[in-house]
């Protein structure tokens, strides 16, 4: 039986917009450029001021379905395994089977981090870029929102659907009050449930 992992929520750490520069360059070294737009810094670690888990979350974004295989396969060389779009149209994931994939020559095991290629305008993309610029702007949601998650980490310190679906209705307001559509919307609702 796999032992769940405990659910730790911290104070914002300053260093975590140094850890996205530093592994979004390394992989600008691998990935090609030509087949990419940007790489985004997402998440809870992107937002200033915000309790977050300690891992920071990566959007490669891609044009296309063409670009995003491209990408897929430029990753797996790295040693990343793709886990296919678990539920999010236009949205891949990956997860790392050791610390030490990727290299710069110094042999370090990287700090903890997710990683997505995502299809511009995908609802994945739009979800992660559309709360992460409205908690930017609204230093009194990321405290709400900071609170939330250490509340949430505390009441289900080993169940991260709970803790994710605790999450749910502050995340969806959010997102609802940055345009996007109802369908959207219940889409993003139905991933938060079934993640």
């Known amino acids: 039986m796999e032992r769940k992992k405990k659910i730790i929520v911290v104070d914002y750490d300053p260093k975590w917009a140094e850890q996205f520069a530093e592994l979004r360059d390394l992989l600008l070294r691998y990935v090609n450029?030509?087949?990419i737009i940007r790489i985004e810094h997402v998440g809870s670690t992107s937002v200033v001021g915000l309790k977050a888990k300690p891992i920071i979350d990566?959007?490669?974004i891609v044009?296309?379905?063409?670009?995003?295989k491209k990408v897929i396969t430029q990753l797996a060389q790295l040693g990343y395994e793709h886990i296919g779009d678990l539920g999010v149209t236009g949205r891949e994931a990956f997860k790392r089977p050791a610390e030490n994939i990727l290299t710069d020559g110094t042999g370090r095991k990287w700090f903890q981090h997710h990683?997505?290629?995502c299809q511009t305008g995908s609802v994945g993309l739009r979800n992660h870029i559309a709360l992460r610029?409205?908690?930017?702007?609204h230093p009194e949601k990321?405290?709400?929102y900071g609170n939330?998650?250490?509340d949430l980490a505390e009441k289900h310190p080993y169940d991260i659907d709970a803790y994710i679906e605790g999450k749910t209705d502050f995340i969806t307001n959010i997102l609802n009050k940055m345009g996007l559509s109802e369908k959207d919307l219940s889409i993003i609702r139905r991933d938060n449930e079934t993640t």
């Not at 610029?133 to 702007?137: A, E, I, N, S």
């Open 115 to 117: 990683l997505y290629v």
């Open 33 to 35: 450029e030509k087949d």
């Open 63 to 68: 044009v296309d379905e063409e670009c995003m």
């Open 148 to 150: 939330l998650k250490q």
């Open 58 to 60: 990566l959007d490669i």
């Open 142 to 144: 990321v405290v709400e």
């Open 133 to 137: 610029d409205h908690l930017r702007q």
